[in-house]
């Protein structure tokens, strides 16, 4: 099964890692920033001239389960809309052509149907999934610090996509 139950269960797992994700928009829409930590150190960002917050928390997950490919994960996300299109959602979409319930093509389509395919990629490879919602814009990091350093992270991609910077920053794991 590639969604756990919970995520004590993916962290028993060798090589299991939690990863915080985030996105962030200057205007909604906007220049966007996508954001993921880590709890090893690694980390990622990019960002977007032009994009919504909720793109920024898509493009956060699908590039931590991508960069995390064939470890079991946590991702910790304080998007219930990201994580619905991310397990939930997403199976219906696909069997109804990616149209949701008023016969609208899905929001943000070619992101969530990425995710899909990564999810499925992990559910036949058996390599588990758990998504945790955390509590939205905190700065204590003593709470969900993963959550809190890609708040912050994805925060300077939008800020950096506003100038027309939309590179992509990426740092590897602590020694």
């Not at 090893?40 to 994009?51: K, P, R």
């Not at 696909?94 to 899905?106: D, F, P, Q, T, Y």
Request: glycine fraction near 10%; include cysteine.
């Amino acid at each position: 099964m590639t969604l756990t139950r919970s995520h004590t269960d993916v962290l028993a797992l060798p090589g299991a890692i939690v990863v915080g994700t985030d996105g962030s928009s200057v205007r909604n829409p906007g220049p966007t920033g996508w954001a993921y930590v880590a709890a090893d150190g690694t980390s990622a960002c990019g960002g977007l001239v032009e994009g919504t917050n909720n793109i920024g928390e898509l493009l956060a997950v699908e590039n931590a389960l991508r960069d995390f490919a064939g470890r079991p994960l946590v991702l910790q996300a304080d998007s219930a809309y990201t994580i619905g299109c991310s397990t939930t959602w997403a199976a219906g979409w696909a069997r109804n052509g990616w149209r949701n319930s008023k016969k609208e093509v899905v929001a943000n389509v070619e992101i969530v149907q990425a995710i899909y395919a990564l999810m499925q990629e992990r559910r036949d490879s058996r390599t588990p999934v758990f998504f945790q919602k955390v509590k939205a814009h905190l700065t204590d990091r003593t709470v969900w610090p993963l959550n809190v350093a890609a708040d912050e992270l994805a925060g300077q991609a939008s800020a950096r996509a506003s100038r027309g910077d939309v590179a992509e920053v990426r740092t590897a794991a602590r020694a």
